[in-house]
C-alpha cells in the first residue's frame, strides 16, 4: 500500500509529484542537493527533503535506493537525468515503470501506476521526469497523474450536534 511520494523537487516532474501528494495530504519526502538547488533558485522549505552531498546525480541515485519502486515519465524518448534514473533503477535492481507522456492520458497512466504499486507492493513511490525547462507540459501532466493514484484527502469532520435531553 502507498504510504509516501518522494522525488528530487526539481521543477517538472518531481515538483509536480510532490504538488499532488501535498493537495492530498498525502505523505512527501526525498532527498535534494546541498542548498536545496532547483533549476529556478532553492527549493521551498514546504518540502521536507534531506539535502545530500554530491549534486543533482547522488540526489537522483538517493532517491531510487530509498523508494521501493520508482515511476519514470518522459516525452518520446528518455534522456538527461531521466535517462540517469532508469539506470539506477537497473543497478539497484530497483523496480521502475516507464511512462511516455506522448502515448497516453493521465487516466491510463494513473491505471499502470497503480498497477505497478500493487505488482511491486511498493510503500514509497520515488517519481522522476524531465524538469519544466526541458519539458514545459510535464508539471500539468504529472500532477494530474500523482492526484489519481492517491487516496481522496479526508474531508474535514464536523461534530454532529448533541441531542437535547429528553
Known amino acids: ?9 526539481q521543477t517538472g516532474a518531481d515538483r509536480a509529484a510532490l504538488d499532488a501528494a501535498l493537495d492530498a495530504s498525502f505523505a512527501i519526502g526525498g532527498s535534494c542537493p546541498v542548498g536545496r538547488k532547483a533549476e529556478d533558485g532553492p527549493i521551498d522549505a514546504i518540502y521536507p527533503l534531506t539535502e545530500i552531498g554530491g549534486g543533482y546525480r547522488q ?3 538517493q532517491n531510487v535506493v530509498d523508494a521501493d519502486g520508482t515511476v519514470i515519465f518522459y516525452d518520446t524518448y528518455v534522456q538527461g537525468g531521466t535517462e540517469a534514473t532508469v539506470l539506477f533503477c537497473i543497478r539497484q535492481n530497483k523496480p521502475y515503470k516507464l ?3 506522448a502515448l497516453m492520458a493521465p487516466s491510463r497512466a494513473a491505471e499502470l501506476i497503480r498497477a505497478f504499486v500493487e505488482d511491486f507492493e511498493v510503500g514509497i513511490l520515488n517519481v522522476a521526469g524531465p524538469r519544466a525547462s526541458s519539458c514545459p507540459g510535464m508539471y500539468n501532466y504529472v500532477k494530474q497523474t500523482v492526484s489519481l493514484i492517491l487516496p481522496p484527502s479526508p474531508a474535514p469532520t ?3 450536534p448533541t441531542p437535547p435531553n429528553r
Not at 500500500?1 to 523537487?9: N, V, W
Request: glycine share 6%; proline share 0%; net charge positive.
Open 1 to 9: 500500500m502507498l504510504i509516501r511520494i518522494i522525488s528530487g523537487a
Open 59 to 61: 540526489r537522483t541515485k
Open 99 to 101: 511512462i511516455d507522456v
Open 158 to 160: 464536523t461534530k454532529a
